[in-house]
């Protein structure tokens, strides 16, 4: 039995470092579909193994002083520098990384692809725990690895099992001094300028309840890393700033909208600002005379955001 399980296992393994290297050589070729495709399926296979590797990890953990809740932030670590040497894209944080110590802590973001996946894995501080959407639990491996450290899953078609995950949330924040991170637009935007969707008041509504600090992260607008409309994935450093923290203390819920607001329009200004620093330019579109964006040194085309525009006329 021992000896059948050893043989499949060393199978497996040479089956994944021929993936691994068949794929490597092909998203470095100069056409971008084939490029975008190849580290696409990479990036997907490094996730699966880290998430693995997460769930293995997540038992010898519990011995620690860490304990179960950081198997999260030791796989999102190992996916930063497999997706670094493998492609060349990572997350820098510029300004605020003495933020992510705050603890416990809302830590919020701006939500533009699936590669934010890789912002977490740069940011995520020990003791803290992502929200999800429910469907994820029921993925092999990844959504084995998310149920085992913690995460909060939301079921966003049942408003009132939403509401109660978050008043657990709420109680473990303050019994465990866990955090919790949440992308507030709830869904992927895929814009190609600095843009940031409506937000949902869900994680405005957590720190309140819980009584700790909102602490935004604006990531710059990365349409020249990433760019899922253009087939385009590239390597690239995208720059990151964490806010000062906001504090919610003596806040009710009926203050809960004003919250929401200000934090968004706080956050939009700063992604506006970031996209267009000189850092943030090298990962972001590159406007024309006509206000169309153009393709330079591989960087994104498409139309460049009514604020972006708005900004540059002051």
């Not at 399980?5 to 490597?24: A, P």
């Not at 950081?70 to 990572?90: D, I």
């Not at 919020?108 to 940011?123: C, K, R, S």
Request: net charge positive; glycine share 8%; proline share 4%.
């Amino acid at each position: 039995m021992l000896h059948t399980l050893l043989l499949y296992l060393l199978r497996f393994l040479f089956l994944y470092i021929g993936l691994l290297s068949s794929l490597l050589p092909l998203s470095y070729v100069a056409h971008l579909p084939t490029a975008f495709y190849a580290r696409s399926l990479l990036s997907n296979i490094l996730l699966l193994t880290c998430a693995f590797f997460g769930l293995l990890a997540s038992g010898p953990l519990t011995l620690t002083r860490y304990g179960r809740r950081s198997t999260q932030w030791l796989a999102g670590r190992a996916f930063k520098h497999a997706m670094y040497l493998s492609t060349g894209a990572h997350f820098d944080i510029v300004e605020g990384k003495q933020h992510l110590s705050n603890r416990p802590a809302v830590f919020i973001a701006n939500h533009q692809t699936e590669l934010d996946v890789l912002l977490l894995g740069t940011i995520f501080p020990p003791f803290c725990s992502v929200t999800a959407k429910k469907s994820l639990s029921y993925m092999p491996f990844l959504g084995w690895f998310m149920s085992l450290s913690g995460t909060v899953f939301i079921d966003r078609a049942n408003r009132s099992l939403a509401l109660k995950a978050f008043d657990g949330a709420a109680a473990e924040m303050q019994r465990e001094q866990q955090s919790v991170f949440i992308f507030p637009e709830g869904t992927r935007n895929n814009a190609q300028g600095p843009e940031l969707g409506a937000f949902k008041k869900g994680a405005f509504h957590l720190a309140v309840k819980a009584e700790v600090d909102i602490v935004p992260i604006v990531s710059a607008c990365y349409a020249g890393v990433l760019s899922v409309k253009e087939t385009r994935f590239t390597g690239g450093s995208i720059p990151v700033k964490v806010l000062p923290p906001i504090s919610t203390k003596g806040l009710t819920s009926t203050d809960v909208e004003d919250l929401t607001r200000t934090t968004r329009d706080l956050m939009l200004k700063e992604l506006i600002a970031l996209s267009e620093s000189p850092i943030g330019q090298k990962v972001a579109t590159t406007t024309s005379t006509n206000g169309s964006v153009q393709v330079a040194d591989g960087l994104a085309t498409g139309n460049v955001s009514d604020s972006a525009r708005a900004r540059r006329k002051e």
